[in-house]
Nanobody
Framework: QVQLVESGGGLVQAGGSLRLSCVAS????????MAWYRQAPGKQRELVAQ???????TYTDSVKGRFTISRDNAENTLYLQMNTLRPEDTAVYYC?????????WGQGTQVTVSS
């Protein structure tokens, strides 16, 4: 069982920045793949960014150049640095990890971007 606890969400004006954190209950270095998803009201949950244990990173097109995913193995933490935020980035952001072939989700953190 893996516990994932997100923090860092909040209300920000368009053009602002936020950094999300996700602390894992197991060594992040032992997790094959970690990711951030988001779900806006009335929409399906979508993959925002993911990072593998080897450091391979992908982003959805709408956040490329604005968001940065990273992991700190020493702190067992996954981050999502979000810059130049837009109102369309408003959503609940979820941390996700796959460990020993089993997927785990965090409880989510709300990000609201005002215009």
């Amino acid at each position: 069982q893996v516990q994932l606890v997100e923090s860092g969400g909040g209300l920000v004006q368009a053009g602002g920045s936020l950094r999300l954190s996700c602390v894992a209950s197991v060594r992040v270095a032992s997790i094959n793949r970690m990711a951030w998803y988001r779900q806006a009201p009335g929409k399906q949950r979508e993959l925002v960014a993911q990072i593998t244990r080897d450091g391979y990173i992908t982003y959805t097109d709408s956040v490329k150049g604005r968001f940065t995913i990273s992991r700190d193995n020493a702190e067992n933490t996954l981050y999502l640095q979000m810059n130049t935020l837009r109102p369309e980035d408003t959503a609940v952001y979820y941390c996700w990890a796959t460990y020993l072939g089993v997927p785990f989700w965090g409880q989510g953190t709300q990000v609201t971007v005002s215009s």
